[in-house]
Structures are given as C-alpha cells and as structure tokens.
C-alpha cells in the first residue's frame, strides 16, 4: 500500500524526525511505499510529489525545516480543490494521506474526512503550542529554548546600559512561548495575546525594577494587545487562511515605554530564528514517536484521527476535537508568572 505524506503550514523543528519516522516504520513492519506532496496542501492539489523512501530519509533527524517543503495552501479556497486531491491521491496511488501541520492544515485534513471521506491521520506540529489535545506540539520546546537564550544574552546586555530590552517571540494567539521562555530566562514581565495589558502598569514594572539597579527584559508576544488597543500589524494582508501578518509590538511597546518613563527602551524581534536550525532533544523524542503512532493509526485503518501526548503517553483523538479550539494560557496559570513582574 502506498501512504501520502505532506508537511503544512509555518514549518517547525521537528518536521524531518516526524517524516523519517513515518517512513522507517512503515517500510519495516507494514511494507508500505510513500510519496510526499510538495508544500503542503499545494502539492496534493497539483499533483506535485517527491519520492519518499528510507534512503531519502537518512540522516534528516537533527535537520530543522522540511524535506517537504511547506506552505499555507487552503484547498477549501478553490471550488475544486477538493476533487483535484481526491484525483491526485488516485493518480499516485495513495490510499491515505498523514497531514503534518498545526490548526490550519489539520483543520482541512478534518474536513477531507469528515465530509469527503478521504482518510486522513494528523501529526500535530508548531512551535506556539496552541493545538488543544495534545499537551505538547514538537517545535515548541526549540523555539522556547531559543528565545531563553536570547533572553540570557539579553540581562547582559540590559545591564551593561541600563536600558529597557524588549523582546517579541512568536504566538498570534496564544502566550506559551513568551509564558515559558519570560519565565526560564526571568523576564520583568510578561504579556500574552490571552490578556490585553495595562500600560501604565508595564511602566510601573520598568521603573521598580529600575529601583533595584537593575535592568528590565519586557517579553511580549506578537499577539498581544493593550487594554483599549488593537493587535500591532505588519501589514493588512491576509494568508488563504484569513490570518494578518504580526509583528511591530515590541517596537511599539518601547516607544511607548520610553515616552511614559523617559528610559531608553530598545527592541529585539526574534521571529524566524524561533522556527529555525535543529530540533532540541524534546522535540525529536515527541517528533519521533508521533511518527511512529501515526503509521500505526494508518495500518489500524483509524482514519480521522490525529496522535497526541498526553503525560508521556501517544494516544490517538479525533481530528474534528483536536482542530475545535485553541488551547490557550490558563489565567491561573499565568499569575504565577505575576511573582516576577517588577
Ligand atoms: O503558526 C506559527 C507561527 O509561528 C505564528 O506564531 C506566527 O504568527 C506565524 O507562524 C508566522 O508565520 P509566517 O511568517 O511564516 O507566515
């Protein structure tokens, strides 16, 4: 039998571990053959594929990015996308397709079953972590582990000026990035999309932890916003998803941080650095086995479904459930982060 594989949506760490799984698994114990549509859902509706096998999966592992290649093609946006995946999958002989993407691309992969029948297993991927059902998304651990880093530096640097250091990460909806790595790194504070914030009470924070000679790390995520303001964008346009681009909070934020306190506030974004380079171990480990279940959900012919972790076990749920709603930080979860503000 032959198995599709794409990768879709903004790529991951983790993605080739996913893939290289996927593939040794089912070559050894199912005899299966693979082919990988290009780019995501773009590949399956034109008809654009790479060979997969064993060979073409060697020494992938630690490689960040995606053999794949992805992008953020909706099929629903054409009247006929579904019947050209449908005639692409007969074309290449595929009899199941495994989706590897985040909200967007298993959101189709859903769709495709549930409406169309075309069986489908998912893998959840991306570095904001914001898939609901899983505890973890691969990727994640990366980009935290990167952005802590940069925060490390960051202190230093701070210090050295005593000035005021922004630093923006990614999340469009979610804060567990900013969450974690403002928390391993010891930021001042910390603002997430899930709760617009005061700025009268950033600049408190700056000025108290002014007091103590020291110098304030402000970690925000791109989709934050202020009480009475709207997210800060890029620019207007729209992916075939409906999502604007972000960025630009962090500029505004120590614009407006040095107007309020009169201390020089700068800005560091890290965007695509966060989603870049090798995996960390975590991500390999949970890359891997998602890999691993996700063949075995094809061989089970358990269609619909998408792998997930829960505590240190793979389990599978449905794919209309895991694509439902985003999982985002719990209040709760977010004051115990409110010790360190200041
Ligand atoms: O979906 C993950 C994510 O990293 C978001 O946090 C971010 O808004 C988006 O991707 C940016 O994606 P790109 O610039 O690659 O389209």
């Not at 879709?8 to 993605?15: A, H, K, R, T, V």
């Not at 290289?20 to 005899?31: D, E, F, L, P, S």
């Not at 898939?131 to 880093?149: K, M, R």
């Not at 940069?150 to 000035?163: F, G, K, N, P």
């Amino acid at each position: 039998m032959r198995v599709g594989v794409l990768t879709g949506g903004g790529d991951c760490p983790g993605l080739n571990a996913v893939i290289r799984a996927i593939v040794r698994k089912g070559t050894q114990n199912y005899g299966y053959d693979f082919v990988g549509f290009r780019e995501g859902w773009r590949g399956a509706l034109e008809g654009d594929t790479t060979h997969l096998d064993v060979r073409a999966v060697r020494g992938i592992l630690p490689r960040g990015g995606t053999i794949l290649g992805s992008s953020r093609t909706n099929p629903f946006g054409s009247a006929d996308g579904v019947r050209r995946i449908r005639d692409n999958l007969a074309k290449h002989e595929a009899r199941a397709l495994v989706a590897i993407g985040g909200e967007d691309t298993l959101g189709v992969a859903s769709r495709l079953h549930e409406e169309y029948g075309i069986p489908c297993v998912g893998v959840p991927k991306t570095i904001d972590n914001d898939l609901s059902a899983t505890d973890y998304t691969f990727g994640f651990d990366t980009a935290v582990n990167i952005a802590t880093e940069a925060i490390d530096r960051l202190h230093t640097t701070a210090e050295s000026h005593m000035r005021v250091l922004v630093v923006e990460v990614m999340g469009r909806h979610a804060g567990w990035i900013a969450l974690h790595a403002g928390l391993a790194g010891g930021a001042n504070a910390i603002l997430i999309p899930e709760q617009r914030f005061d700025l009268d009470q950033v600049c408190e924070w700056v000025e108290s932890r002014f007091k103590t000679r020291y110098a304030p790390i402000v970690v925000v995520a791109e989709g934050a916003s202020p009480k009475g303001g709207e997210a800060v964008l890029k620019d207007d346009s729209l992916d075939s998803f409906g999502h604007v681009r972000l960025s630009g909070v962090g500029e505004w934020l120590a614009k407006q941080i040095e107007r309020r306190t009169g201390k020089e506030a700068r800005t560091t974004v890290l965007g695509h650095i966060q989603r870049g380079g090798t995996p960390s171990a975590f991500d390999r480990w949970l890359a891997t086995r998602f890999g691993l279940h996700a063949i075995d959900a094809v061989y089970d012919g358990d269609f619909g479904t998408m792998v997930a972790l829960r505590g240190t076990d793979i389990v599978r749920v449905p794919l209309s459930e895991a694509t439902a709603k985003l999982k985002t930080v719990d209040p709760g979860l977010y004051a115990e982060a409110g010790v360190f503000f200041g």
